[in-house]
């Protein structure tokens, strides 16, 4: 039996290596398309796309949403929408063969489940907002951004990760 | 040389093809290196995993010093690339919330999605969370509007900003990352193990 569970479950990679590759993709990316990587841009495209469906009147009129709607093609025809697809295939592929897919809530054991799906909501909620703001969250602001030297790439990254130090304590029995 | 779209030596027509490709390529990085898991991702901040700060560290060099080789060497042209632009307030600001939110999710947009699409529960409750996030800003978008488009310093970089050379910036960049990485070591051998 822990035979079986230790085939099943393979070893995360050594994050070195992990970030060598990412940091490889990264240049490729940007080799390619003159841009970098994103993560929040095709969600944000989705949310655009949903309200122009629901109410393209009101999309229109609204001055962030209009930023992003063109009369000639649909919101969802963007660079970052077929990205994060593929950022769905490739995970849902690496997570497939090592033996890491299946329905569950990831919760510290000393806290419930309903706890952790409560803080997800809200901690996806003031991340969603937050990268509005900062145009941009960890992987297109702040790694794309650090990538070639930009300044607001850096100062993100240093708020995001300052403000989650500052905060950790508060969360403290979440996680450990 | 490159960007190779932009200076159309590959066709437009390719950019979405390779937008899928680089994307499942990212979502496969991220989740072989463990980040589908929002305890892992948690870990750096009480000291009990510190592969986030050893991802994001040598991805930023690596990438950062390849482009500039590439530049050097005359592969690929710089000045050609989009720099984010630099938002003093909405960086500041808008970084703030997001690292709030990252230790109160344990995710960041990314990784949400990666978790999600591996069966975590918690993480599509995330990536819902990110959809009414944005909904939010949108809808109440003209109170958001200064702090959006406050301190607007150009789309700079180091060197812009600084009047420093990239490559001393790069590399003193690379010996505070290596230094992180023995004190990261020195700390997790300190801390009480987590299990996840």
Not at chain 2, 1 to 30: C, D, H, K, Q, T
Not at chain 2, 151 to 173: L, N, Q
Request: proline share 3%; with cysteine; aromatic share 16%.
């Amino acid at each position: 039996m822990a035979q079986k569970e230790e085939k099943r479950m393979r070893v995360y990679w050594n994050p070195y290596f992990g970030g060598f590759l990412l940091g490889i993709l990264i240049i490729f990316t940007f080799y390619i398309t003159g841009r970098g990587l994103g993560a929040t841009g095709g969600l944000k495209s989705g949310v655009v796309a949903i309200v122009d469906k629901a109410d393209t009147e009101h999309a229109h009129e609204n001055a962030y949403y209009s930023k992003f709607l063109n009369d000639e093609e649909s919101p969802l025809n963007n660079w970052l929408v077929f990205e994060t697809l593929g950022i769905i295939l490739g995970a849902f592929l690496s997570g497939g063969l090592n033996g890491r897919l299946g329905f569950k809530v990831q919760h510290s054991p000393k806290i419930t489940v309903k706890r952790r799906l409560i803080f997800a909501l809200i901690g996806g909620l003031l991340f969603g907002l937050g990268a509005q703001i900062a145009r941009g969250c960890t992987s297109g602001a702040a790694l794309s951004g650090i990538a070639v030297l930009s300044v607001g790439g850096f100062i993100t990254m240093l708020a995001i990760f300052g403000s989650a130090f500052l905060f950790a304590y508060f969360f403290r029995k979440n996680w450990i | 040389m490159g960007p190779l779209i932009p200076n159309e030596i590959i066709p437009a027509e390719w950019n979405s093809i390779f937008a899928l490709v680089i994307g499942i390529a990212f979502g496969y990085i991220l989740e072989s290196s463990g980040f589908s898991s929002s305890r892992k991702l948690a870990g750096v901040f009480y000291g009990y995993d510190f592969a986030v700060l050893k991802v994001f560290f040598t991805a930023a060099l690596v990438s950062s010093i390849g482009i500039l080789y590439m530049d050097y060497m005359g592969y690929l042209d710089l000045g050609a690339l989009y720099v984010h632009p630099t938002y003093l307030k909405g960086a500041l600001i808008g970084g703030g919330i997001m690292g709030l939110g990252f230790i109160t999710g344990g995710f960041c947009p990314g990784t949400s999605i990666c978790a999600a699409a591996i069966g975590k529960i918690d993480a599509l409750v995330y990536v819902g969370g990110i959809l009414i996030g944005i909904f939010l800003f949108s809808e109440l978008f003209s109170r958001f509007e200064p702090l959006y488009d406050g301190g607007f310093m150009g789309y700079i970089t180091i060197m812009d900003a600084f009047e420093i050379s990239p490559y001393v910036f790069v590399f003193a960049f690379t010996l505070l990352a290596v230094l992180s990485f023995v004190i990261a070591d020195i700390v997790r051998k300190r801390v009480k193990k987590v299990v996840y």
